[in-house]
């Protein structure tokens, strides 16, 4: 009944920082523990972000800090999780885990959660009485859905489990909770054989992987589906609207059918671990030529090049660890600090939001 290998299925974590970020200050890998009785392991009470770093000629450079730390407030926003974390604190934080880290390369792992008063212990599902813990882990992540996936594309399946509704649990939170669905998709695909699921939302239309958003193409025209397909907005989807811009492919984003996949030129994945993943089949079904095709290929370079720091990008999406100067208000020290500006490579202009496009979006 089991696939074998399938729970071997996932990239090798190869270095891990030894600090992590707490809540203004770094402490020991050994020293960041949590309370078994914490409101978060019960009632499933975190939002997190996943930020990956790329090594570059100018050395480790954050891609898109700023926007996966707005999401990450964004996130804690709507669970109402009243905190005193600063965008400018938790970039800088970010930055500095990296430097002491001595990593080159790494995926950075944010998390807001409730945890647990010792003191006034609180066991019941109302959050407020916990109170809220900030960390930030690093660690070296691989190519997320192998490394033969980039080139050769993955085998995916359209999952029973559908995604989240917007009225239950928002998919535009990133929030922990959220990634049991995930894991329903990811461990149905997974025994049956398949790399990744893809979800369909409440009405039957095309949402987004476990932990991906996904692309179509059809007739040269790339095409995705709409925030209100309960989908998180993805900044690696962003990234990919704007290089479909800058390369001239029209962008569609609109409701899309389930039998829209098996008729696509051509799919793919897009994330922050995935990076711009091609799929080569659905349930068994080939996908156009059943490799990597063109115009993926196409985007796919050029979200590498932007990455590596090799081609300009259409924002300022890198922050160069190297040459970040931490402001001089905003210390990592302390929840309470009230930073300014930082002057980094990112801050001099404020980032684009990818939630701002999203307000086009809701047309379908
Ligand atoms: C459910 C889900 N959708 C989409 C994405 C892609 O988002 P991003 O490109 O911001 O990593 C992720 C990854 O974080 C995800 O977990």
């Not at 945890?115 to 019941?124: I, N, V």
């Not at 990133?174 to 995930?182: E, I, R, T, V």
């Not at 997974?190 to 009405?203: H, K, M, V, W």
Request: glycine share 8%; net charge negative; hydrophobic share 35%.
């Amino acid at each position: 009944m089991f696939s074998e290998d399938a729970p071997k299925k996932d990239v090798k974590t190869v270095r891990i920082a030894s600090e992590i970020w707490n809540d203004g200050q770094f402490i020991n890998w050994n020293d960041a523990r949590v309370h078994v009785m914490s409101h978060v392991i019960h009632y499933g009470s975190s939002v997190f972000e996943g930020i990956r770093c790329y090594a570059t000629k100018r050395g480790p450079a954050i891609y898109r800090l700023r926007e996966h730390m707005r999401r990450l407030l964004n996130s804690a926003k709507i669970y109402r999780m009243d905190h005193s974390l600063t965008l400018d604190q938790l970039c800088e934080a970010s930055v500095e885990l990296v430097q002491r880290s001595g990593l080159d390369q790494c995926y950075l792992r944010p998390i807001i959660f409730r945890s647990l008063d010792e003191e006034r212990p609180a066991f019941g599902v109302n959050p407020f009485p916990n109170p809220l813990s900030c960390y930030i882990g690093a660690w070296d992540w691989g190519k997320y859905l192998g490394d033969e996936a980039i080139e050769q594309g993955v085998d995916v399946c359209v999952s029973t489990w559908n995604r989240l509704t917007p009225n239950s649990m928002p998919a535009m939170a990133k929030a922990g909770a959220n990634y049991m669905n995930s894991q329903l998709i990811k461990m149905e695909a997974l025994t049956n054989g398949y790399s990744e699921g893809i979800a369909l939302d409440d009405r039957g239309f095309v949402s987004e992987g476990s932990g991906e958003n996904i692309f179509l193409i059809h007739d040269g025209k790339v095409i995705t589906p709409p925030l209100s397909s309960s989908i998180l907005p993805g900044i690696t989807r962003d990234s990919v609207i704007h290089i479909c811009r800058e390369l001239q492919i029209p962008v569609v984003e609109t409701g899309i059918q389930r039998a829209a996949l098996y008729v696509a030129d051509e799919l793919f994945f897009t994330g922050t671990a995935a990076e711009v993943t091609p799929i080569r089949s659905v349930d068994r079904i080939t996908i156009g030529a059943g490799k990597r095709g063109d115009i993926t290929a196409r985007i796919q370079q050029v979200y590498f090049e932007i990455t590596k720091g090799e081609r300009p990008a259409p924002g300022e999406w890198l922050t160069y660890v190297n040459d970040f100067k931490p402001s001089a208000d905003a210390s990592t020290n302390g929840h309470k600090a009230q930073a300014s500006e930082p002057a980094t490579t990112t801050a001099a202009s404020e980032p684009t939001d990818p939630m701002s496009s999203y307000t086009a979006l809701v047309t379908d």
